[in-house]
């Protein structure tokens, strides 16, 4: 079994940054693909940020988030980072990274339902 920590949500005032970080712990050799997941009140969960966890870590991001947040691995330390830089007020959500123990590819790494762990969450608010 993998557990996932999620650790570094706050309340930052809008164009102000913050570090998300993910500690995985238990069989993490064997999970391929790690997302950063959001839901705001009243809205779906929505994928922001997805990392290859082997080989050369390829990233990816959706549209609303590319060349504002940076997603990373460390995995010595088993820990997957998402560092958001100038934040919105519609940032403001429940924080999530999940792992998959399948290479996800395409539309698969996008979706939810293709990942095998979650955390528990971290909350996000950007406001003045």
């Known amino acids: 079994q993998v557990q996932l920590v999620e650790s570094g949500g706050g309340l930052v005032q809008p164009g102000g940054s913050l570090r998300l970080s993910c500690d995985a712990s238990?069989?993490?050799?064997?999970?391929?693909?790690l997302g950063w997941f959001r839901q705001a009140p009243g809205k779906e969960r929505t994928a922001v940020a997805v990392?290859?966890?082997?080989?050369?870590?390829?990233?990816h991001y959706t549209d609303s988030v590319k060349g504002r947040f940076t997603i990373s691995r460390d995995n010595a330390k088993d820990t997957v980072y998402l560092q958001m830089t100038s934040l919105k007020p519609e940032d403001t959500a429940v924080y999530y990274c999940?792992?998959?123990?399948?290479?996800?590819?395409?539309?698969?790494?996008?979706?939810?339902?293709?990942?095998?762990?979650w955390g528990q969450g971290t909350q996000v608010t950007v406001s003045s």
């Open positions: 999940a792992l998959a123990d399948s290479r996800l590819i395409n539309s698969r790494m996008w979706l939810g339902d293709n990942y095998n762990y």
């Open positions: 238990g069989r993490t050799f064997s999970s391929y693909t």
């Open positions: 990392i290859r966890w082997t080989g050369y870590g390829t990233k």
